[in-house]
């Protein structure tokens, strides 16, 4: 009997390297999403098979630095 091919995530749409919410969340330097919501939300995101996150934020650091000068 074959086993069932598992089903795969879609990539996202958007790369979490760009997100303002992807950062360091641990201190073996372990980088992921740092975006602050409840257990049963993280559950519901992780298994939702839609392509775009609703918490992405795009971080650009050059804007950040052009406001200090």
Known sequence: MDKPKAQK???RATPCETCLF???ID???T???TVDIDE???YRERADMRSECHYYQFHDEY???QKQN
């Open 22 to 24: 992807y950062d360091v």
């Open 31 to 33: 980088l992921g999403c």
């Open 40 to 42: 049963d939300e993280a």
């Open 63 to 65: 804007k950040t630095v």
């Open 9 to 11: 995530k879609p990539k």
């Open 27 to 29: 201190e073996a330097g």
